[in-house]
């Protein structure tokens, strides 16, 4: 009895396997369907750089349209010569070939000098500006010598905001060049740019002074304590 159920299971799940490859279309002249995997994305062939240069702006936009570029068009402006005024001047990146149809393009086009001879003044000015020097840099006391011929002065001065007072009365301006020296040791003198502050606190320079009619000229030489 055991023998014959187990021949009926056998015979049932044959059955079964029979009726699913029918179904499925398995044998002579079924179709087996293939997945093509995705599409690749269209392209179009951009205008070379030497077909673009030169040309005006509508027309190289053109030119990137009839190629079937559908890409965003960027414009943006250089400085050139007169002559290229609104002429593309290069394109960005270079051309490559064959591209995706969405590839963005940047044209540069010239744009011209302005009559006052400043090349491109609607575009920021890169040019270098030396560093302002903060004037405090010199403050400080100071002790040196001024020494007109036969003679030494010794000196005490003080410096503040570029303001100089005690042995020496005057002003230091831009570059640590003193503007005016009215007096040393209370000599009153006619020096303007006769001395230099250095920001390391060193001090170098000739003064010229008058006494009682007598005119004493000297170098002085004093550093920061």
Not at 30 to 51: F, K, L, M, Q
Not at 101 to 110: D, K
Request: overall charge positive; glycine content about 12%.
């Amino acid at each position: 009895m055991a023998g014959r159920r187990n021949v009926l299971r056998i015979l049932t799940v044959a059955s079964m396997i029979a009726a699913l490859s029918l179904g499925a279309g398995v044998g002579a002249g079924a179709v087996v369907s293939v997945d093509p995997g995705p599409e690749r994305a269209p392209t179009c062939t951009v205008p070379s750089a030497n077909d673009l240069r030169g040309k005006k702006l509508h027309v190289a936009k053109k030119m990137i349209r009839d190629a079937g570029c559908r890409g965003i068009i960027i414009v943006r402006n250089k400085c050139e010569a007169v002559e290229l005024f609104g002429l593309v001047v290069k394109p960005s990146p270079k051309p490559r070939g064959t591209v995706s149809v969405n590839q963005r393009i940047t044209l540069w086009r010239g744009i011209r000098q302005t009559e006052d001879g400043m090349i491109c003044g609607e575009l920021p000015d890169n040019t270098p500006v030396e560093p302002v020097v903060d004037i405090s840099v010199y403050d400080g006391v100071y002790n040196g010598w001024w020494k007109p011929p036969n003679r030494e002065y010794p000196l005490l001065f003080v410096v503040s905001d570029g303001m100089i007072s005690r042995d020496i009365q005057g002003m230091i301006g831009d570059g640590g060049v003193t503007t005016s020296v009215t007096s040393v040791k209370t000599i009153p003198c006619t020096s303007a740019a006769g001395l230099t502050f250095t920001e390391s606190g060193h001090v170098t320079g000739d003064v010229v002074c008058s006494l009682g009619g007598t005119t004493m000229a000297g170098p002085i030489v004093a550093d920061r304590n």
